[in-house]
Nanobody, 128 residues
Framework: QVQLEESGGDSVQAGGSLRISCTASGYIFGRGRGCVAWFRQAPGKEREGVASITSVDGAPYYTDSVKGRFAISQDVEKKTVYLQMNNPGPEDTGMYYC???????????????????WGRGTQVSVSS
């Protein structure tokens, strides 16, 4: 079983910075293959993909709205994936979820239905 737990969510002013974390426990996919992603959901809105990282080599992917502002990274030894949020705006407010899948295609498609493992979320609130 794979369990994911997010942490680091907080209130931050627009233009500031914040880093949230996703720590995994339990079985890790063989050979480090698979994908870990961040999704977010604002009140009254559908959940959307934000960024993903291919576990075997750390290759990142970002949705256009956060490209150049957010950075995803991983620490394999700590079994942790990070999302560094630079220059966030109110549009970045939401509950941020960590998700994992043994498949590679969802890494760039960010289709939540293909991610079987999810954390419970961490709240990020950006004020202007």
């Amino acid at each position: 079983q794979v369990q994911l737990e997010e942490s680091g969510g907080d209130s931050v002013q627009a233009g500031g910075s914040l880093r949230i974390s996703c720590t995994a426990s339990g079985y890790i996919f063989g050979r480090g293959r698979g994908c870990v992603a961040w999704f977010r959901q604002a009140p009254g809105k559908e959940r959307e993909g934000v960024a993903s990282i291919t576990s075997v080599d750390g290759a990142p992917y970002y949705t256009d709205s956060v490209k150049g502002r957010f950075a995803i990274s991983q620490d394999v030894e700590k079994k942790t994936v990070y999302l560094q949020m630079n220059n966030p705006g109110p549009e970045d407010t939401g509950m941020y979820y960590c998700a994992a899948t043994p498949y590679l295609n969802p890494c760039t498609a960010l289709v939540e239905g293909y991610f079987p493992y999810w954390g419970r979320g961490t709240q990020v609130s950006v004020s202007s």
